[in-house]
C-alpha cells in the first residue's frame, strides 16, 4: 500500500510540473460549460517518458512495463484532484474518469520498437511500441462504446440510481465486453439494465499495416525470398 502511495504522490507531483493539473481543470470547464451528461468522460494525458523518470524512476518503469496498470493509477489521482478541486459536479465516481495515457516519445531501446519483419505474439503485460510501415488498406471511420452506464432491476437496491455500474472499453477488448445484458448488479447480483441515454460512443478505424520494404516490388527492385504480411490495427 506504501508503494502505491508514493507512485500517487510521484503522479500529482509529474501532473503538477507538466500542466497536467491545469489541462485537467481546462478539461473540466469545457464539461461544466456543456449541457451534455454521460456515463464516462474522457481525460488524455501527455506523458514524457524522460520528464517522469527524472521525478520517480518508479512511476517510470511502471509507466512503460505495465502501461494498463499505471492508467488505473493516473485515473485515480485525476478523479482525487477532481474531487478534491471541486472542478465538476458531473463526475461522482472513479469509474466515470476515463484516462487515455499518451506518450510523447518512446526510449531509443530496441524492446520500444515493433519490427514488422518480425512481429510475434507477446505473452505477458502489454508494453508500449512504436511501428512504422505503409498503410495499403483502410476502413470507413465507425463508432464503438466507450463507456455505458448500467442500473440494477431492483428498485430497492442502491444500484438503481447513481453511478454504481459503469463499463469502459479496455485496450483488446471486444464491444460485448462493454455492453450485453447479462451483467449482474455487485450488490444485490440482481440483473442490470443500459441507461442508454448515458452511453459515450467514439470514433474507431482499421487499417492494414505492412513493412515498406514490401513495396520493393512496386518499383521494380529485385524480388527476395521474404514474403511480408500485413497486420492489422485498430485506431480508437
Known sequence: MADILSLKES??????????LQKLAGDCRLLHDSQQTAAVYRFRVLVNPSDLIEVDPG??????????RATVLFQSVCFLAIKTLSLTEKIHTASQVN??????HLPP??????????????FGPMTPVSMEGAVIAMTRVTKYTQGARFLCTDDDCP????????RVHAPGATESATVRNDFSCMICSSQLKEDVKFRVLGDKQLVELIHVKALDVLRGHQQSSF???SVTLFLR
Open 59 to 68: 512511476l517510470g518503469d511502471y509507466v512503460l512495463h505495465d502501461p494498463l
Open 227 to 229: 514474403r511480408y504480411q
Open 109 to 122: 531501446f530496441p524492446e520500444y520498437t515493433l519490427d514488422l519483419r518480425s512481429f510475434h505474439r507477446v
Open 159 to 166: 444500484g438503481s440510481t447513481g453511478f454504481h455500474h459503469i
Open 11 to 20: 503522479v500529482v507531483i509529474y501532473l503538477d510540473r507538466s500542466g497536467g
Open 99 to 104: 484516462v487515455s495515457l499518451t506518450f510523447t
